[in-house]
């Protein structure tokens, strides 16, 4: 049983450590050493006294930095002046129900409410129903992202074959549209629900610039508008 | 000289065709984004409904005993629903612990039964407490339309019908069938069919008709086997006193020869 307990405790440790990096990489106030938690740390602070991992604890919250904040303020308008930048505290939470439904996850979505969380991140066991994901478009602009544990074992973005992505402000995207007088609807396009995407949290109309390594031209940036 | 006839041309005569204006095109456009702009918002505003309706829907019902205004909510609920919205509520009510069939205060097999209840039975079979309210069930989800609720033409879809035993009675129909006298039955007993048979109930065996013809049986008697078990002569070779043909030949050859010797 403490076979178990410590396999499924390793498990976890790696989930938490990805769920961190994914927060940091999108740019929100993390520090270095909890973004690289290590296991007997992660068992001192989350595990039990029989070495069970406690998913209520691991639950965390984040604020944007201000550079962050900065890449998420729309362009001013002639109404808008100074407009408000579309970024918020992030809440993270780890859910170990083995069926997830309709009602799981209305209380996640009173939760980010109450609490008046700009986004809201729910780490999952089990596959949520297919009509419990259908609430996730009802809360906006509240924004809700649910990742299944088993894609969060292993960072993605760390991986040999996947080019770096950044997201770009809406200063850059405007500056890049006329600098190659395209429309945005000319760009390469991306999913939202790309891998890569779902990463970074990538909403419609965003644009990102992957930097690929080129055996020719040493490094290549191309740009993709995510739909 | 032949007077000049006016040459006329074999070739189609061009139409003035009327070349729509730049405002004109623009306005059109407008039109048709917006028509199938509000096609999909009446689209998502169904689904998000629909979405309402099964959350309501797991609540119910609310006592040990569903009610007839929580009968007919479920029945008006339902009507947007295509089969696979159906099939959506009832595994959102085996996640809450409840029978899949909406009308049903109990708790799924799959609870009750443990672990086990999924070898033990078929995988519809375990989300509902049982085979009754699956079939309840079925009975709701047959009347279901298969087109989208936001493609239907009015009218086109019934309202579904629940099935019997849970028919929401009226106020006035449930106090009168109470009212109903305990004697009036629609289907005689037996008892009173043996009176009309004439037969008495102290008789010998009042249940059953009595004739007073007798009709004898023809008798058959079982068919003599040719070969008796355990003949005297019966040889080794015989199997349960039959004698196998290829058998009884080599018996005679060998019996010719033991006539030699």
């Known amino acids: ?227 | 000289m032949a007077s000049k006839v006016p040459v006329k041309s074999i070739l189609k005569q061009k139409q003035p065709a009327d070349i729509p204006t730049e405002a004109d095109r623009n306005r059109r456009n407008l039109a048709i984004a917006l028509h199938h702009a509000n096609l999909i918002q009446a689209q998502k505003d169904i689904q998000a409904q629909i979405l309402l309706c099964i959350e309501k829907l797991l609540d119910l019902p609310t006592g040990s005993e569903p009610t007839p205004d929580e009968a007919r909510s479920f029945a008006s609920l339902v009507y947007n629903f295509q089969p696979s919205d159906l099939d959506a509520l009832v595994e959102e009510r085996n996640i809450e612990g409840k029978c899949g069939y909406t009308l049903c205060p109990n708790s799924p097999r799959s609870r009750s039964i443990g672990a086990n209840a999924s070898w033990k039975l078929s995988s519809a079979a375990v989300d509902y407490c049982s085979d009754i309210c699956a079939r309840k069930n079925l009975y709701v989800k047959t009347q279901l339309g298969e087109i989208p609720a936001w493609q239907r033409e009015p009218g086109i879809q019934a309202p579904i019908v629940l099935h019997e035993d849970d028919q929401p009675k009226s106020e006035k129909t449930a106090a009168v069938q109470s009212r109903k006298p305990v004697w009036k039955k629609t289907a005689a007993d037996d008892k009173d069919l043996a009176m009309e048979r004439g037969e008495t109930p102290n008789g010998f065996r009042p249940k059953q008709v009595m004739t007073d013809m007798i009709v004898e049986k023809s008798t058959t008697t079982p068919r003599k086997t040719k070969v008796a078990f355990k003949e005297p002569n019966a040889s080794h070779t015989a199997i349960e006193g039959y004698e196998p043909k290829s058998a009884v030949r080599n018996d005679e050859g060998d019996e010719d020869t033991d006539d030699d010797t």
């Open chain 1, 1 to 227: 049983m403490s076979d178990e307990n410590s396999r499924e405790l390793s498990r976890l440790w790696r989930i938490f450590r990805t769920t961190k990096q994914m927060c940091a990489d999108r740019g929100y106030e993390l520090t270095e050493d909890e973004c690289h938690i290590s296991l007997d740390q992660f068992r001192a602070e989350y595990a039990d006294s029989s070495g069970a991992p406690q998913r209520h604890k691991m639950t965390f919250t984040a604020r944007p930095t201000t550079e962050m904040q900065k890449k998420y303020t729309p362009l001013a308008r002639p109404g808008q002046p100074t407009p408000e930048p579309q970024i918020g505290t992030v809440h993270v939470e780890f859910n170990g129900d083995p069926n997830l439904g309709v009602k799981g996850l209305k209380q996640f979505a009173q939760l980010l409410s109450e609490k008046n969380y700009y986004t809201g991140i729910f780490v999952t066991q089990s596959a949520p129903t297919s009509s419990a994901l259908k609430i996730i478009p009802s809360l906006l602009p509240t924004v809700m992202e649910i990742f299944r544990e088993e894609d969060l074992l292993v960072n993605i973005s760390k991986h040999e074959l996947v080019p770096k992505h950044t997201l770009l402000s809406a200063e850059d995207k405007k500056r890049l549209l006329e600098r190659y007088r395209l429309k945005e609807t000319q760009l390469p396009r991306i999913r939202v629900d790309d891998p890569m995407a779902k990463y970074l949290g990538l909403r419609r109309g965003q644009v990102v610039k992957i930097i690929r390594k080129s055996e020719t031209a040493g490094r290549y940036a191309s740009y993709r508008w995510a739909i």
